[in-house]
Nanobody
Framework: QVQLVESGGGSVQVGGSLRLSCVASGDTIGRYCMGWFRQIPDKEREGVAGTESDGSTSYADSVKGRFTVSSGSAAVYLQMNDLRPDDTAIYYC???????????????????WGQGTQVTVS
């Protein structure tokens, strides 16, 4: 099974940018749909962006035009621009197997998760 490790989080001013990375080991990410999620205390984890090996992508309305998901041979990235205070959260990377009806932004469709990286915008 795949193991995921996120990095790249930190503190940034409003309007700034960050690039999150999620490095995969134990399996090739080409087998999976890869997603980015975020969570703040006392709130449900929400889907931010997802992608798969054919280059298809999906974004939450709140990040469209500001965030870009991409993938390499062994990692997936989330470029975040024009950051806002409500983007503050712990960001998680996830991997899931594609099936009919797969929803890139649905937590239940993903099987493997990283430990998360904190993003703070102020």
């Amino acid at each position: 099974q795949v193991q995921l490790v996120e990095s790249g989080g930190g503190s940034v001013q409003v309007g700034g940018s960050l690039r999150l990375s999620c490095v995969a080991s134990g399996d090739t990410i080409g087998r999976y749909c890869m997603g980015w999620f975020r969570q703040i205390p006392d709130k449900e984890r929400e889907g931010v962006a997802g992608t798969e090996s054919d280059g298809s992508t999906s974004y939450a309305d709140s990040v469209k035009g500001r965030f870009t998901v991409s993938s390499g041979s062994a990692a997936v990235y989330l470029q975040m621009n024009d950051l806002r205070p409500d983007d503050t959260a712990i960001y998680y990377c996830a991997a899931g197997f594609l099936y009919p009806g797969f929803n890139y932004l649905e937590t239940d469709d993903y099987r493997f998760w990283g430990q998360g990286t904190q993003v703070t915008v102020s």
